[in-house]
């Protein structure tokens, strides 16, 4: 399942964003990329542990905390910090597939976060650039994605995806991993499904009774699914 989130970040979180990123230390995006997908990567990062990416990722994080869409199709565990990348001057990603399990080396330890979705937050609007778009296959066929600034796009991690050639102007992007609660993708979009309709029943009236039933169904499929 894809889903769309619109608006996580507000037009004074995206111009902080963008002022930070014009002014940042890219470097060369293979540095976080697998064995396989090194090969295909081409695209600036902004280096992990590096000022601007934590600045900006706490920003991210904060904003991901406030919106219920979010927590309701990814249901997190982990949120690996947010990463930054550009494209420019033609610059693509082939098609690959993310790497199942990420260090987060925030703190002491490095926790493994495994990568049940994907994320893509793009930071800049798609007049500014030429190509860029998002290309994510599954089951039900190609999907191509882009979108305004500010918005995102969730999808199941185990997708091959890519990144086509930025032809003009630069693509700017956030992208991070999400371990979920709840490790099957069916079960998720089942609980989101549920989740969406239990909230329009309570907008549309409906006798409370019934909605307090499916509201524990709710929670008790999502205490029989979870894994904490
Ligand atoms: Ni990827």
Same mark, same amino acid.
Request: net charge negative; aromatic share 8%; with cysteine.
């Given at each position: 399942?894809?889903?769309?989130?619109?608006?996580?970040?507000?037009?004074?979180?995206?111009?902080?964003?963008?002022?930070?990123?014009?002014?940042?230390?890219?470097?060369?995006?293979?540095?976080?990329?697998?064995?396989?997908?090194?090969?295909?990567?081409?695209?600036?990062? =902004?280096?992990?542990?590096?000022?601007?990416?934590?600045?900006?990722? @706490? =920003?991210?994080?904060?904003?991901?905390?406030?919106?219920?869409?979010?927590?309701?199709?990814?249901?997190?565990?982990?949120?690996?910090?947010?990463?930054?990348?550009?494209?420019?001057?033609?610059?693509?990603?082939?098609?690959?597939?993310?790497?199942?399990?990420?260090?987060?080396?925030?703190?002491?330890?490095?926790?493994?976060?495994?990568?049940?979705?994907?994320?893509?937050?793009?930071?800049?609007?798609?007049?500014?650039?030429?190509?860029?778009?998002?290309?994510?296959?599954?089951?039900?066929?190609?999907?191509?994605?882009?979108?305004?600034?500010?918005?995102?796009?969730?999808?199941?991690?185990?997708?091959?995806?890519?990144?086509?050639?930025?032809?003009?102007?630069?693509?700017?992007?956030?992208?991070?991993?999400?371990?979920?609660?709840?490790?099957?993708?069916?079960?998720?979009?089942?609980?989101?499904? =549920?989740?969406?309709?239990?909230?329009?029943?309570?907008?549309?009236? @409906?006798?409370?009774?019934?909605?307090?039933?499916l509201?524990g169904v709710y929670?008790n499929?999502?205490?029989?699914?979870?894994?904490?």
């Amino acid at each position: 399942m894809l889903l769309h989130v619109p608006e996580v970040l507000n037009a004074d979180e995206l111009a902080q964003c963008r002022r930070r990123l014009a002014q940042a230390p890219w470097g060369d995006g293979r540095v976080t990329a697998g064995h396989q997908s090194a090969l295909a990567k081409h695209n600036l990062q =902004l280096p992990e542990g590096c000022a601007e990416t934590e600045e900006l990722g @706490a =920003l991210v994080e904060a904003a991901l905390a406030r919106n219920t869409t979010f927590f309701a199709g990814a249901l997190p565990r982990h949120i690996f910090p947010p990463l930054f990348n550009c494209y420019r001057g033609g610059q693509s990603f082939g098609m690959h597939i993310d790497n199942a399990i990420r260090y987060d080396r925030r703190g002491d330890t490095s926790v493994p976060v495994r990568t049940d979705l994907s994320a893509t937050l793009f930071l800049n609007d798609p007049e500014e650039y030429d190509g860029g778009d998002l290309v994510i296959d599954d089951t039900y066929g190609s999907h191509t994605v882009k979108l305004a600034a500010g918005d995102m796009i969730l999808y199941p991690a185990s997708s091959l995806h890519r990144v086509e050639p930025v032809t003009r102007g630069e693509r700017v992007a956030a992208f991070f991993w999400i371990q979920s609660l709840v490790r099957d993708e069916a079960q998720r979009r089942l609980l989101l499904e =549920l989740d969406i309709s239990i909230q329009s029943l309570g907008q549309a009236n @409906a006798p409370q009774a019934d909605v307090l039933r499916l509201t524990g169904v709710y929670h008790n499929l999502l205490r029989a699914w979870s894994a904490t």
